[in-house]
């Protein structure tokens, strides 16, 4: 019989809800459940594409002994990480101060006033490798519970004070000026991995905000050292097994240093991010491979994330069914070369061993490869690797696809817009802008309130129970001001102006200038979440600086671009430090030390040649955070648009920053000069 977990949202919370674990979504309720039975919580915290959280699904919740010792002595609570991230943030905190480390699954024992008190991540069935069973845990926890109460208190109690402690150091609310980019920037070289691209060693995650700052300061000060990385790193990944070379599209990171073998699961937010990433190169220096992986990768999240809703889906599985019926991680992508030949023949079997590097002993496991593009002499005929490819790409869709998360993420539906709408724009692929418009509308009547407040998730048309957090408002603000300069409609600006009102007055200290992740008036928990730092996407700090910015560059208005500056406080005390970590805060101070530009482009009509020509241009201007405003004279679409009058009758632009402007242009090649100096 189905569990609590079968009335909600999440795909993830779904997955359990015929576990035999007497599961609870985390409400007031099963605190309340554990205080009248006076037991422990365990708090279990994953996500749907997370490997070994379907591992430990399948060992532990769906075996009946385990269920049964948990429903008698314990309160079960499941979270979804990507519904609330603000529960996540919290007790992993915890947990890596605890333990040093932390990951998914999440596995915490608490209090039934929610405070934690002992921690660990994934547990085996049976003892392994050093770690007790989950059984042993779940057996020590409860007579730990029963036989020194005093002590488990106790430790909670100062786990909570620890945590309350811990203050962000966030500078002197001041932006990083020419000195702190030049640290990060030398922090950064010093990280690099001069042979494989990218940083560090492994696990090797695409860095996609560092490379936007490595372009963004390029762009500004010329620095081949910056560029060089940026470039670097986007051929290693597109030549190697992260990026899937038949069906486009980024898998969540590498287990090697050299880009081979991903963890094969695909999320929205990586291939948003990424897919802007090499929008952004071709724009700075037109190579044609970024051109392909920013335009493969767009029509990779349209075909295999999109919903029926028109919203994009949050992720695929790293695992699927290899044929026999076993979910094996990456079973939907790998090949032997005797499966090449199966499906292509002999002859172009073997072509596409050679091109794809497959081998017989494999890159993977049991004989099997990653498709990757090595580097070599030999030379292909493009006709027949795109028929090669073609063919590959059918037959692959002949297996058991990975498993799809479906649902809508507000954040990263943002970061996607942001990314289609300029990849539409830069490659004229108006289908592209469409689907952007079409997550962006989406987003507006299901997930925005009437006080243009933002739910977090959605699924099936129905939006979730939980509040949008500052990485939500942020994202898709950034989306909708993206959306508004390559569209020209004004109402995205506006929409973008709603959200950020709400940063300012509900995720922002206005003693400090802090942000902090959830809103002041959203649930408590045990600490207010409040993370700078950029991971696997910007935080919701950095987020909010970079669309506070731009809306001031729009509108002029003084509290947004005051807000911005102060929020990149935090950027001045880590990014000289820990740049791969505030990556997309350092795009940000970029933008700020570029001004940024504002362009006001005018003209009769969109349709108009000389003012689609403008329009092209400016979007296609690598000045840091430069805003672009289309419209006709005296259009109220946007501020930008003002008292700015055609010149002679013909379309022009107008550029500015820093409250000064230069003579307006009609010439696409005059406006392109002004945007690259």
């Known amino acids: 019989m189905p569990n609590r977990l079968a009335r909600a949202t999440s795909p993830y919370l779904l997955q359990h809800a015929d576990n035999p674990v007497d599961w609870w979504p985390w409400e007031a309720d099963a605190f309340e459940e554990a205080r009248r039975r006076d037991v422990p919580v365990l708090l279990s915290v994953g996500y749907s594409a997370c490997h070994w959280c379907h591992v430990m699904a399948h060992e532990s919740f769906e075996d009946q002994e385990t269920a049964d010792y948990l429903n008698a002595h314990y309160v079960s609570v499941k979270v ?97 000026g020419e000195q702190e980019l030049a640290q990060a920037l030398l922090a950064l070289t010093r990280e690099y991995d001069p042979q ?19 372009l963004r300061h390029h762009a500004r000060t010329g620095a081949e050292g910056a560029l060089q990385m940026a470039s670097d790193t986007c051929e290693r990944m597109a030549r190697g097994g992260i990026y899937d070379q038949l069906g486009g599209g980024f898998a969540r ?85 005797e499966q090449l030949r199966e499906a292509l023949g002999e002859q172009d079997g073997e072509l596409a061993a050679r091109y794809f590097g497959v081998t017989e002993e494999g890159t993977f496991e049991h004989g099997q490869s990653v498709l990757q593009l090595p580097q070599q002499e030999e030379l292909f005929d493009a006709d027949k690797v795109a028929s090669v490819r073609e063919r ?18 507000a954040a990263w539906n943002g970061l996607a817009i942001a990314a289609l709408a300029e990849t539409g724009a830069y490659f004229d692929r108006p289908d592209l802008v469409e689907a952007a418009v079409a997550a ?66 509900r995720f922002t200290d206005p003693e400090s200038g802090a942000m902090f992740d959830t809103a002041a008036d959203a649930e408590r928990l045990i600490r207010r979440p409040q993370d700078p730092t950029d991971n696997a996407a910007p935080s919701g700090w950095t987020a909010a600086a970079g669309a506070l910015l731009s809306y001031a560059a729009h509108t002029g208005s003084e509290p947004h671009r005051t807000a911005a500056e102060r929020a990149l406080g935090v950027v001045k005390a880590l990014g000289p430090r820990v740049p791969r970590f505030i990556g997309w805060g350092l795009a940000v101070a970029e933008a700020v030390l570029d001004g940024p530009r504002e362009v ?59 409250f000064t402007c230069d003579a307006p242009t009609t010439e696409a090649d005059r406006l392109r000069a002004v945007l690259s100096n």
């Open 440 to 505: 962006a509308d989406l987003l507006v009547r299901l997930h925005l309130d009437e006080q243009a407040r933002l739910t977090r998730t959605s699924k099936d048309g129905h939006a979730g129970a939980n509040a949008g957090v500052l990485e939500d408002y942020a994202d898709v603000a950034e989306g909708f001001l993206a959306l508004g300069s390559v569209t020209g409609e004004g109402v995205w600006l506006e929409f973008a102006g709603f959200l950020l009102d709400h940063v300012l007055a």
């Open 80 to 176: 979804d990480r990507e519904e609330r991230p603000d529960v996540d943030a919290v007790y992993m905190e915890a947990v890596q101060a605890a333990t040093g480390h932390g990951g998914w699954p999440m596995t915490v024992f608490l209090t039934p006033d929610a405070e934690p008190f002992y921690f660990g991540t994934y547990f085996p069935p049976a003892p392994r490798q050093g770690m007790p069973s989950f059984r042993q845990v779940l057996q020590g926890v409860h007579q730990a519970w029963e036989d020194r109460r005093e002590e488990v208190t106790e430790v909670a109690g100062k786990i909570v004070r620890d945590l309350a402690g811990r203050e962000i150091s966030y500078g002197d609310a001041q932006t990083p």
């Open 600 to 658: 006001a482009i005018v003209g009769p009509s969109l349709d108009d040649e000389g003012t689609r020509a403008l329009h092209r241009t400016a979007l296609l201007g690598t000045a840091p955070g430069t805003v672009v405003a289309v419209g006709a004279p005296e259009s109220e679409e946007f501020p930008l648009l003002a008292d700015r009058p055609l010149v002679g009758g013909e379309p022009a632009a107008y550029v500015c920053r820093n």
């Open 253 to 337: 990171y590498s287990v090697d240093r050299d880009w081979v073998v991903p963890h094969f699961e695909k999320m929205l937010y990586d291939n948003a991010l990424l897919c802007r990433v090499y929008a952004h190169l071709w724009r700075a220096t037109g190579s044609e491979p970024a051109r392909r992986v920013a335009l493969e990768t767009a029509d990779f999240m349209v075909r295999e994330l999109r919903t029926e809703e028109g919203g994009f889906a949050s992720a695929l599985d790293a695992d699927s069914d290899d044929g026999t019926g076993r979910h094996v991680e990456g079973a939907y992508y790998v090949w032997t070369p």
């Open 392 to 409: 590959l790409l059918a037959k692959r869709a002949e297996r058991p696809a990975p498993g799809r998360d479906d649902k809508i993420v």
């Open 196 to 214: 494989r691209g990218g940083f560090g060693g492994a696990p090797k995650f695409p860095p996609s905000m560092v490379l936007e700052f490595l």
